[in-house]
């Protein structure tokens, strides 16, 4: 089913507000499942029956992929690694194969990330076009806050590892101030930042040249664009009515009455295979099957005349009346009849395409073909 990417800066609350999406969604679900009194009737004779969408949501923590793949700093980097980039690479990949795997014509899939570069949202647009299924993005927006939330995630961090190596003789001083970071970033949680309950933020922190790198790269989405529309946008301000404002949007776009139907690339579209194969492979079956049969059809001194099948087995049909070749006083070869094909097949090239695919093109390619060739050999006779 849809796939809704969300974006913005790092620490901007992306991950709150993603974790409000998968709960309004789920509660969107549930409430779509509850039965009428005919339903009823219906679940009743059916012992199972599945539900029409399932939710999934694909994040850095559900991947277990840590932040320090995004530090591009020398300093911080391995010396195996292949590239400056290389974990942000593998990283990237992991999620587009979580989210490959995921999405279907049942699941609605939320992936929170930074989804910063807008080359990696067209790739996860086209992933969900090639499954005829929505995409939206969703954009948080934080501004300056974002960085004094990324700030007090490194102290709280710093005043840890102070703790952790003075032991029991600071551990009581070090609670009191982790509480008292607790309690300030609750405070931030309750606008839907960073925490909706109050709870104490345990998500670990961007190093400061990370976080201003990330910042520096991130490309704003545009709504005029294909891959970023529709586009929805929640702030730090926003209250609890206007979130849900913004989620009642973006559920009527994924999964209302009026959603967009999506189709697929036609270039990806496979054939038919009662068609028989594209216009190129025909002509060089038909062509090759009369060839063949003129071959075994005509007599040791030369001449007169081979009858041919309208229709090929291969491709089916009813048929009609044969196919009548004339062939020269002299026998002819198999050197002379490629050559004749390989010509007639030059000159029909351009039938590449066209519409007209299947046991009617079969049967118009090789009457076109003993036409070809009737005209070839009086020439030469």
């Known amino acids: 089913m849809p796939l ?22 789920a509660s969107r679900i549930a409430a779509s499942q509850t039965p009428s009194q005919e339903q009823e009737q219906q679940q009743q004779q059916q012992k199972q029956q599945q539900p029409p969408y ?6 850095d923590t559900t991947l277990s992929i840590p932040r320090t793949v995004y530090d591009l700093s020398p300093a911080q980097l391995p010396a195996h690694v292949r590239s400056a980039n290389a ?11 979580a989210v490959k795997r ?27 076009k090639n499954m005829a299924t929505p995409s939206c993005v969703l954009q948080v927006g934080a501004g300056q806050r974002a960085k004094g939330v990324n700030e007090r995630r490194l102290e709280r961090r710093r005043v840890r590892g102070e703790g952790a190596m ?37 998500e670990e922190p961007y190093e400061p040249a990370s976080w201003e790198n990330l ?19 929640l702030i730090w301000e926003d209250d609890e009515a206007q979130t849900k404002e913004v989620f009642d949007k973006i559920w009527e776009a994924i999964a209302g009455e009026n959603r967009k139907v999506v189709k697929p690339n036609q270039s990806t579209v496979q054939r ?27 007599s040791d001194e030369g001449g007169g005349e081979v009858s041919l099948p309208r229709v090929n087995n291969a491709s089916g049909g009813k048929g009609g009346d044969d196919l009548v070749v004339e062939l020269p006083i ?28 299947g046991k009617v093109a079969a049967e118009r390619l090789r009457a076109s073909f003993v036409g070809y060739l009737n005209d070839a050999f009086e020439k030469d006779g």
Request: proline share 3%; charged share 30%.
């Open 215 to 233: 910042v520096f790269r991130y490309e704003e989405p545009n709504p005029m664009a294909r891959w970023d529309s529709p586009l929805f946008t």
């Open 272 to 298: 038919d295979k009662d068609h028989g194969g594209d216009y190129l492979y025909l002509l060089e079956r038909e062509t090759q099957d009369i060839v063949k049969k003129i071959l075994e059809r005509q």
């Open 87 to 97: 974990s942000e690479k593998d990283a990237r990949a992991a999620a587009y194969a």
């Open 4 to 25: 809704i990417t969300i974006t913005g800066l790092p620490t901007s609350g992306k991950t709150t507000r993603a974790q409000q999406l998968h709960a309004y969604l």
């Open 102 to 128: 995921a999405l279907s014509p049942r699941d609605i899939v939320v992936l929170d990330g930074l989804n910063y570069i807008k080359g990696w949202r067209y790739q996860l647009y086209c992933e969900a």
């Open 166 to 202: 003075e032991g029991g003789k600071g551990g009581e001083n070090n609670a009191e101030k982790e509480g008292e970071n607790g309690e300030r970033e609750g405070e931030n949680g309750e606008k839907g930042v960073e925490d909706d309950n109050g709870s104490v933020d345990d």
């Open 330 to 357: 002299k026998k002819v070869g198999l050197p002379q009849l490629q050559r004749y094909r390989r010509a007639f097949v030059a000159l029909n090239r351009g039938g590449i395409g066209l519409e007209a695919v």
């Open 54 to 59: 399932r939710l999934h949501l694909i994040s």
